[in-house]
């Protein structure tokens, strides 16, 4: 029998765009890193682009044998005397997009190897490149075509491509994945997390064939700070002379022919007087970047996003975020939310509760969440998902992260919505800790300039001498927005009543509570001071009290109460309260919206 080998074992970190002329492509991104500027394909603007989403075939390889035994050739039998021990055909179908957990009873608990296969068709062009373009898979990915591997990439939530070209042959094409969900030590979330471990092709998969010479990447935004110039940058794939490029935006009757250097790189800021985007009207312009036969297509909005002092400014003016956080996650389904009609389900719920802004807790979420939120005109607070438990001291822990958080500015430095970058999530303050997280807000900086740095703290100290609490963390100091974590009366009691509590937090910058409040079971019912008996009384008070509370946090300039949907959880344990669900919910598993719900309306009516 051949050794097991399983995929954690060998994989190894990729960059973001893989090609099969490595030097090239490394020097490329080595390049464009270091000037601070990103790339990543669109595919949802891409007319060259297509959905290979349906019913794939599928193998459950629990321990992790597959790729000795060589499932990527996907080999039939050649002759009467060979038998081959696996086949993709006759056996399991898992629909993609989606995780697998939900999709069968044997895999709702399941961690391990999923192996994906399907065929697709495609011409060959040699005048074109073609591409692999995967939205997200969960957690490790290993991508081979027709026998050959083309790329792996680590990391649940963001994108990532693959060029394919040298492999693809006429006709049917065979495409495999190895999927992997196990939890790591060294992970990205790590071993820990409070939200259920869905593996699988969770997101979109796209087949790209475009033009030799094409649009790798854009950025168009308002320049920082001013709000009558229109700057950003295009990068080409395949120039090796300056080229002519064009920007539109119709209807601010903007064509703008602009030439890259020979990189085919061109940085550029345009007199312009957009209508500005905001919550009340979240105007998107439609925005084309195009050479030659290839066009992206994209929908543009344009908003300044500053602090001054305590204030958080969207387009000059102070503004408080009514916000909430949630899952990507369809409750009354069990499983990831992946489609449009997902998003939709999702946001309204957001839109009823009067909220003009969202954290996708604790990671980057599909983009037909993030587009939709722009469109209904939410503010966004986009977070990777280091949360609590990340092995810092393991230098392959910053590589990973980088590579997150630059996935995740690739992505989505066009959405106008979104307006914080966050990068942790109640990670405990140590040297390793602080010398990553610093990096990264860095980083980040270097990537967007045009944004707010965030992170979420649960380590403000009580004092109990002078009822206050304050917070001594160095990350704080380096980020631009403060989110505090604090779940007053859950996880600790009130040690006096809320109107005595006072706040000195970052005082000198924007905070936000990024999560409070606690679990009800839908429809149990008990007095309002009993946090045992998990009734929605208790939960409706400790959110008034909460809101008491803030009234001294002088400078408060959002809140986000932590949840929307109760939300699947391993790690809770309750069999009658909980059965395996976070409870936090201000509306049930099954939609129903507990007391609470209308004291936050209410609390947003007021804002
Ligand atoms: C937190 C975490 C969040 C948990 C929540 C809870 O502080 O950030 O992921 O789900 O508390 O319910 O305890």
Request: proline residues 5%; glycine residues 8%; contains cysteine.
């Amino acid at each position: 029998m051949p050794p097991h080998r399983a995929l954690t074992q060998k994989t190894q970190l990729l960059e973001p765009l893989k090609t099969r002329s490595f030097i090239t492509a490394a020097f490329l991104c080595l390049t464009i890193n270091l000037m601070g500027q990103s790339f990543m394909m669109n595919p949802y603007g891409c007319k060259d682009a297509t959905l290979l989403n349906g019913k794939w075939n599928a193998i459950i390889d629990l321990f992790s044998r597959g790729e000795a035994m060589k499932f990527y050739q996907n080999r039939k039998p050649q002759k009467k005397t060979e038998f081959v021990e696996y086949s993709f055909s006759n056996g399991l179908r898992l629909d993609v997009p989606g995780d697998f957990n939900s999709q069968i009873p044997e895999l709702k608990y399941y961690e391990g190897n999923v192996w994906y296969q399907r065929h697709f068709t495609a011409t060959t062009n040699k005048n074109n490149r073609q591409f692999l373009y995967f939205a997200g898979v969960s957690y490790e990915a290993a991508v081979w075509l027709n026998g050959t591997e083309v790329g792996r990439h680590e990391g649940g939530f963001t994108p990532f491509q693959f060029e394919i070209s040298d492999l693809l042959v006429d006709g049917e094409n065979d495409l495999v994945i190895m999927v992997n969900n196990n939890r790591r030590v060294d992970g990205i979330p790590a071993m820990n997390f409070d939200w259920w471990n869905y593996g699988g092709i969770l997101r979109d998969v796209f087949y790209v064939d475009r033009p030799r010479v094409h649009v790798r990447d854009y950025m168009v935004q308002l320049k920082k700070g001013r709000q009558d110039i229109i700057a950003g940058h295009v990068q080409l794939a395949g120039a090796d002379t300056p080229q002519q490029v064009e920007l539109t935006i119709a209807e601010l009757n903007i064509k703008k022919q602009l030439k890259t250097d020979a990189s085919g790189y061109v940085a550029f800021e345009i007199k312009a007087k957009p209508s500005l985007w905001e919550p009340a009207s979240p105007k998107i312009y439609k925005t084309t970047v195009s050479i030659g036969e290839d066009l992206l297509e994209d929908e543009i909005g344009f908003r300044t996003i500053e602090t001054k002092g305590c204030d958080l400014l969207l387009n000059g003016k102070p503004i408080f975020l009514k916000g909430i956080n949630f899952h990507e996650e369809i409750p009354q389904r069990f499983g990831r939310a992946y489609s449009e009609a997902d998003a939709a389900m999702i946001l309204n719920e957001v839109r009823a509760l009067g909220c003009n802004f969202i954290r996708t807790a604790h990671y980057p979420q599909n983009e037909h969440i993030v587009r939709l939120a722009e469109k209904m005109g939410l503010m966004i607070w986009e977070e990777i998902p280091l949360w609590q438990g990340i092995e810092f001291s393991n230098p392959a822990i910053l590589k990973k992260a980088e590579t997150m958080l630059r996935e995740m500015i690739y992505r989505d430095k066009n959405r106008a919505g979104i307006i914080i970058w966050s990068i942790a999530n109640e990670t405990s303050p140590s040297d390793y800790r602080d010398k990553v997280l610093t990096g990264l807000v860095n980083l980040t900086n270097q990537l967007d300039g045009t944004r707010l740095v965030g992170a979420a703290f649960d380590n403000p100290r009580y004092d109990r001498a002078t009822s206050t609490f304050r917070l001594n963390d160095k990350v704080a100091e380096v980020v631009d927005v403060v989110g505090v974590n604090k779940y007053m009366g859950w996880y600790r009691a009130f040690p006096v009543p809320p109107e005595q509590i006072k706040w000195e937090v970052a005082v000198d910058k924007p905070l936000i509570m990024t999560e409070f409040g606690c679990e009800a079971l839908y429809g149990q019912h008990g007095p309002a001071d009993e946090a045992h008996s998990w009734g929605e009384e208790y939960q409706e008070d400790l959110y008034r009290k909460n809101f008491i509370m803030f009234k001294n946090i002088a400078n408060l300039r959002g809140t986000s109460p932590w949840v929307l949907f109760d939300f699947r959880s391993p790690t809770r344990c309750h069999p009658t309260n909980q059965d395996g669900w976070n409870r936090k919910g201000l509306v049930s598993d099954k939609g129903q919206r507990k007391k609470a719900w209308w004291v936050v309306k209410k609390y947003y009516e007021n804002k």
